[in-house]
């Protein structure tokens, strides 16, 4: 029997800053950020970039005319990607433009500021980093900042930078947003899968929103090291906004057919990431994808990304009208507390979800 491990149980390790790191000029990257198994030969970037993430747009989700075909292009970017851009989604372009110069305008502080809001031991929230946990481990070229924003009444205010000015204000109108965004592309996917219970989008009004703000800094040695490791998204969907000046350079990569396809930035769109939660309860339909991201020479890079979870008292299994017609459940029925411990104390590199399969 696995150890089941919470997430605030996990002693995550305080780690160098990196921005601090790129700011020394230094002309090779330091051994811990070295990946040894980055270019593995199997899987290489696409050689003919020919592969083109799909693009959706909320107004012909929206306007009946269009919509059967809209509905039609979106199910087969979940089914055959799991990712694409989705533009014309209603968050406003003055929210987008807020949200990235707050953002940015946060990593632009000296130091010793932001550290005033640096992770503590026993808590993910915070400045600083995730999901590092020994001492051995290969980091990645990124620093973040991670807060759990709704329900807001559990708001841990002590690791909200109070700088810049209204940047608390800026990012709860921000969130508002996505939750708009992400029951509606809900609502169309469950279209898309012939789904008529609401609850499927509808907990996603209930839901629970979190932020990860990236920053990847210009890296002297970009082929050997990484700005996040491959993985999938554990959550519900993931709403990925690209915040570099233009032009934006593409750092994005999702796994498609066995090779690494970048996500071209498009302004103002949003990249859609569909998560574990939603692959099991798609029931395998959806397929949450293999990303990562990567790091340039000479320019820096951040991405603000919003991670959204259906509401708690939810059970996650297969949507039942997936499974009345005949075909059989492929993953266990779970609560979101016991699908988080999987994750958890999934060992680095095995698949937490394939341990949910019947
Ligand atoms: O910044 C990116 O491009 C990827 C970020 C990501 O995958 C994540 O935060 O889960
Ligand atoms: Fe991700």
Not at 89 to 109: A, C, I, P, Q, T
Not at 262 to 269: D, K, R, S, T
Not at 270 to 285: A, F, H, K, Q, T
Request: glycine share 6%; net charge negative.
């Amino acid at each position: 029997m696995a150890e089941v491990v919470a997430a605030e149980k996990i002693r995550w390790l305080p780690v160098p800053r990196v921005q601090q790191l790129a700011s020394q000029q230094l002309e090779t990257v330091p051994v811990m950020y070295v990946m040894d198994d980055i270019h593995d030969i199997i899987i290489t970037v696409d050689p003919n970039q020919s592969l083109c993430v799909p693009l959706i747009d909320m107004t012909k989700l929206e306007n009946p005319e269009s919509q059967a075909m809209e509905v039609y292009k979106l199910h087969s970017a979940c089914k055959e990607w799991g990712i694409f851009q989705l533009i014309n989604h209603g968050v406003s372009d003055e929210s987008l433009r807020n949200m990235r110069k707050k953002v940015k305008e946060f990593f632009e502080l000296p130091l010793t500021e932001k550290e005033g809001w640096a992770q503590k031991p026993g808590s993910s929230e915070g400045y600083g980093q995730l999901f590092v946990t020994s001492e051995h481990q290969k980091l990645p070229w990124n620093d973040m900042v991670f807060l759990k924003v709704i329900p807001f009444e559990s708001t841990k205010f002590e690791f909200w930078p109070a700088k810049p000015h209204q940047f608390r204000e800026t990012l709860v109108s921000y969130i508002e947003g996505m939750r708009e965004v992400t029951v509606s592309i809900m609502k169309y996917m469950a279209m898309g899968l012939k789904i008529i219970d609401e609850e499927f989008y509808e907990t996603y009004k209930e839901g629970t929103y979190d932020m990860r703000m990236n920053l990847y800094p210009a890296c002297p040695e970009p082929e050997k090291a990484i700005g996040i490791h491959p993985h999938i998204d554990v959550h519900g969907i993931t709403l990925l906004l690209e915040c570099a000046d233009s032009p934006q350079i593409p750092g994005l990569h999702v796994l498609k057919d066995s090779h690494w396809v970048f996500v071209q930035p498009i302004e103002g769109a949003l990249v859609v990431d569909i998560g574990g939660i939603m692959e099991i309860m798609s029931n395998g339909i959806y397929k949450a994808p293999l990303h990562r991201a990567v790091v340039n020479k000479t320019k820096e890079r951040l991405s603000i990304v919003t991670v959204c979870n259906p509401s708690p008292s939810l059970s996650i299994g297969p949507a039942k009208e997936l499974t009345m017609s005949g075909s059989p459940a492929l993953y266990k029925s779970v609560t979101i507390e016991e699908y988080f411990e999987c994750f958890y104390s999934s060992k680095y590199g095995i698949p937490f979800i394939d341990r949910l399969k019947i």
